[in-house]
């Protein structure tokens, strides 16, 4: 049996809305606010407004894809049965090494402990949130989500204090125009896309799909609602961090040497620990549950051993592949890399690569009419490959100016891994076994309703 069909159906909508809050509020508002305002000042406020809307544009296609087909590990199997097999795992292997971003996690994480404890071992705080996180996952999905609707009411209150205790002592002279472009409209627009790494997160419901109990409803509705209600909160909080101090006080730090300023001890702790920590924490915790899912259905497709995907009977987790990830978190904080290096490089990456799942979209309503005309949420072919179009730009170009911020050493391996990956689908992908094989389509879906699997297959031809 195919693992994708042995994971369960227990998502609700409340279980999907919560882990949807728990990726978008986390390390990047914590973590990344600072770094804007370097490159912003007080543009800070509007960068992230700018983003948000951006992010509502381009997570469209994959809302619409999931609406129409939901599945286990979305983007992979849009990219792979609606472009062609080789892309798809082309995609899914720069997806790899986007996740270099599990290491952002850990790090903020551990930098905001440090807040705390000065003293601590600072990598040690690091692996450790990462095993937790990892731990809890390997005992399913609904554990998982369960302790992520825990972390995200905690942290909710922590933002709406810092938010109530903070505006009413903004320096609104501060937040004049005059100070938002100090590095010009380069800079502003360099913290438009870091910041989309706070913004972004909803679409990774799409990755969920085979395990939600009605998915093509939960997925547009909770990447659209989720993305807009938290770009409001995050305005007030970029108000908040960027009009108190002055900007050359809090550019390029992280949210704790506001809250020092605003908050009484008590409430400064409770936002350290419940904001900022439970913060990363349930990003971190939401990345587990999800990033797994594309390589579970790329070893049942072939392109990997079927055993690296076998999911645990009792628990219905692929333990193989939460190895694996969790490793990936874990070599960059033992190596030390800074953590906007890992951000930039993963994000530049994983805003590049996306652009082919959102393409995969433009082939909906060709391949598959019927469903599409069922679809939650549809608009006209010409209208669709028009928002493809828009996002395919915005993509690209947000990708282009954060890869260009990296240093050397990580492009140079961004490009290597990318020409090792174009090699491996070239050379795999041209083998008779993988020509000759058969894979699922969407036909293919079990029922929204748990039901028998069936046993025809629709086969999309290497």
């Known amino acids: 049996m195919n693992g994708e069909y042995q994971l369960k159906k227990e998502l609700s909508l409340w279980h999907v809305v919560v882990m949807a809050i728990g990726q978008i509020i986390g390390a990047g508002v914590m973590s990344l606010t600072g770094i804007a305002i370097a490159l912003t000042?007080?543009?800070?406020?509007?960068?992230?407004?700018?983003?948000a809307m951006l992010t509502l544009i381009t997570t469209l296609p994959i809302a619409i894809m999931g609406a129409s087909i939901p599945t286990t590990g979305g983007p992979y199997k849009y990219t792979s049965r609606l472009l062609s097999p080789r892309l798809g795992f082309f995609y899914l292997l720069i997806f790899l090494v986007a996740n270099l971003t599990l290491a952002t996690y850990a790090i903020s994480f551990a930098k905001y402990f440090q807040s705390l404890l000065p003293s601590v071992n600072f990598s040690l705080i690091a692996v450790l949130i990462l095993t937790l996180c990892y731990v809890v996952n390997m005992?399913?999905?609904?554990?998982?989500?369960?302790?992520?609707?825990?972390l995200v009411v905690v942290k909710v209150i922590a933002v709406?204090?810092?938010i109530l205790w903070g505006v009413p002592k903004i320096q609104w002279d501060?937040?004049?125009?005059?100070?938002?472009?100090?590095?010009?409209l380069g800079g502003f627009l360099t913290a438009t896309g870091l910041v989309s790494f706070a913004t972004g997160g909803a679409s990774i419901v799409a990755e969920l799909g085979?395990?939600?109990?009605?998915?093509k409803r939960d997925i547009p509705l909770t990447i659209i609602l989720t993305t807009a209600g938290i770009a409001v909160i995050y305005a007030f909080m970029a108000a908040v961090a960027s009009g108190v101090l002055p900007i050359e006080q809090v550019a390029g730090k992280h949210l704790d040497e506001v809250a020092k300023a605003i908050l009484p001890q008590p409430l400064f702790l409770f936002f350290i620990i419940g904001g900022s920590l439970f913060a990363i924490a349930s990003t971190l915790n939401a990345t587990f549950s999800w990033v797994t899912k594309g390589f579970l259905i790329a070893c049942d497709d072939g392109w990997l051993p079927k055993g690296l995907g076998a999911v645990n009977k009792k628990f219905g987790t692929p333990h193989w592949l939460l190895t694996i990830f969790y490793l990936i978190g874990v070599i960059p904080v033992v190596t030390e890399v800074s953590l906007e290096t890992v951000t930039e490089m993963g994000l530049g990456l994983f805003l590049l690569n996306s652009v082919l799942p959102v393409l995969a979209a433009t082939q909906l309503p060709k391949k598959y009419p019927h469903l599409y005309e069922k679809s939650f949420i549809k608009l006209k072919p010409?209208?669709?490959?028009l928002l493809v179009g828009v996002t395919v730009v915005i993509q690209l170009f947000q990708g282009f100016l954060l890869m260009k911020e990296i240093p050397a050493t990580g492009l140079y391996f961004s490009i290597g891994f990318i020409a090792f990956a174009a090699l491996y689908v070239w050379i795999v992908g041209g083998t008779p076994r993988m020509k000759n094989r058969k894979m699922?389509?969407?036909?293919?879906?079990?029922?929204?309703?748990v039901g028998p699997i069936h046993d025809h297959k629709i086969g999309v031809n290497q």
């Open 41 to 51: 000042g007080s543009g800070v406020t509007p960068a992230f407004v700018l983003s």
């Open 139 to 150: 005992f399913g999905v609904k554990s998982a989500a369960s302790a992520e609707g825990f």
């Open 160 to 162: 709406f204090v810092f």
């Open 174 to 184: 501060t937040l004049a125009v005059t100070g938002m472009l100090p590095s010009g």
């Open 210 to 215: 085979g395990e939600m109990k009605n998915p």
């Open 382 to 385: 010409k209208n669709l490959n």
């Open 440 to 449: 699922s389509g969407f036909e293919d879906e079990r029922p929204i309703n």
